[in-house]
């Protein structure tokens, strides 16, 4: 059955600040931080160190087995879809009408570089059999949709830091259509490795605040000097309404609209005019006016560059009103799971009528004319919100929610 609503009714969450959904949710609603410094030998000679890590081992909830053959990414898939299947009520679906969509930045980097490691110091004998199942992007969709036994196809869109805000809007895409009555969508990622935090310290994207790393994501602020490179997953259970309703579900939110565009300007530089027309193509889809919008969860990474462009963009497509949160100033950047946990940030403040505040803002960029959630909390009931996610590439992605 094509169109009508979809409803969201189970989420799962492993993040810098939590192991789980309801862990992260205290955390960021609480200002707190998950940005430590690394002390491990082997970054001790990069020149950031700065990083958002999970707080526990997704392998722990795995078995031994499941464990050695996943990467940490594939792992915290896994481990994050068993909590929004259950969260959902573990929903009766025809395999044939359960589809998957999972985002990467840029999948199983880690696995990556230490099967490069083996080779070149022991040879390719020594190779793990299990080095391609475990690097391929497409990875943590393959095995969510077998652990699920979801047959309506697993997708991965890899569109760097948009790719779990572009998953959601492919899966609710999947069901408007009629080709899903479910899906579990979302990203995930774990990037952290020398490779990957020497690379962007060497593009001068990175925080150094080595003195303050608490303090080091400071999202909008005057002294913000860059991103924190985190890890993390998010995964939502996305429902044609009519069938959730139907098997009595509990609904957090509806997904009801999103935009999707590219920038066609530079591979690094944002366009704050792509990310306007993102933010109109989702309000459009969704029926809403510019004024409907009474919370926004920004991309906000913390560059200098980044955060006036998307504050320019919001004031393009919606004006300044609405309040403004950014909970990358507590986990740090996650890319391709960013946008996902951006979105469930974005619904559980629609649910709990609470919107987390943006920690480390202490002098708002005088460029930026926002309202941004500070300090602490807000208690807001709002008619709508969105959520914005853009990457590298000039890919730009936003996500309208109303309240169930």
């Not at 309000?283 to 009474?294: C, F, K, M, Q, V």
Request: hydrophobic share 45%; proline share 6%.
């Amino acid at each position: 059955m094509a169109g009508g609503e979809v409803v969201v009714t189970g989420m799962g969450a492993m993040t810098p600040v939590g192991a789980d959904l309801h862990a992260s949710w205290n955390a960021l609603t609480a200002g707190t931080s998950g940005i430590p410094t690394l002390e491990e030998p082997w970054a001790a000679d990069l020149p950031v160190r700065l990083v958002g890590q999970l707080p526990a081992d997704p392998a722990a909830s795995l078995s031994y087995r499941e464990g050695r053959r996943l990467d940490r990414c594939e792992q915290m898939a896994v481990v994050t879809a068993r909590e929004a299947w259950g969260d959902a009520g573990t929903p009766a679906v025809e395999p044939e009408r359960l589809s998957v969509v999972i985002g990467t930045g840029i999948g199983g980097v880690r696995t990556t570089l230490s099967q490069q490691q083996v080779l070149m110091e022991a040879g390719p004998r020594k190779l793990s059999p299990h080095a391609i199942t475990m690097l391929m992007a497409n990875g943590p969709a393959a095995w969510v949709s077998i652990d699920l036994g979801a047959r309506g196809g697993a997708r991965t869109p890899v569109s760097a830091c948009a790719s779990g805000a572009e998953a959601i809007a492919d899966g609710m895409e999947m069901i408007r259509r009629g080709s899903a009555d479910v899906v579990v969508a979302g990203g995930v990622e774990a990037p952290i490795a020398g490779l990957t935090l020497g690379a962007f310290a060497q593009m001068k994207a990175l925080s150094t605040r080595h003195d303050d790393p608490e303090g080091a994501s400071r999202p909008f602020d005057a002294d913000r000097d860059g991103f924190v490179l985190g890890e993390g997953a998010g995964l939502v259970v996305l429902e044609r309404a009519e069938f959730a309703r139907a098997r009595g579900a509990r609904v957090y939110a509806t997904v009801a609209g999103a935009g999707m565009t590219s920038d066609a300007h530079d591979i690094v530089a944002a366009d704050p005019g792509g990310q306007a027309r993102a933010i109109r193509i989702a309000l459009r889809t969704a029926g809403l006016a510019p004024t409907d919008i009474g919370l926004v969860h920004a991309h906000a990474t913390s560059t200098p560059v980044g955060d006036p462009l998307e504050a320019e963009a919001l004031t393009q497509a919606i004006g300044n009103h609405a309040a403004v949160t950014a909970s990358k100033s507590m986990t740090g950047h996650l890319l391709g799971a960013s946008g996902a946990i951006g979105a469930i940030v974005a619904i559980l403040s629609l649910h709990h009528k609470l919107i987390p505040p943006t920690r480390n803002l202490e002098h708002l960029d005088p460029a930026i004319k926002l309202d941004i959630v500070a300090d602490k909390a807000r208690r807001e009931n709002v008619h709508a919100a969105i959520g914005n996610s853009f990457g590298f590439g000039g890919h730009n992605v936003t996500l309208a929610f109303k309240p169930a």
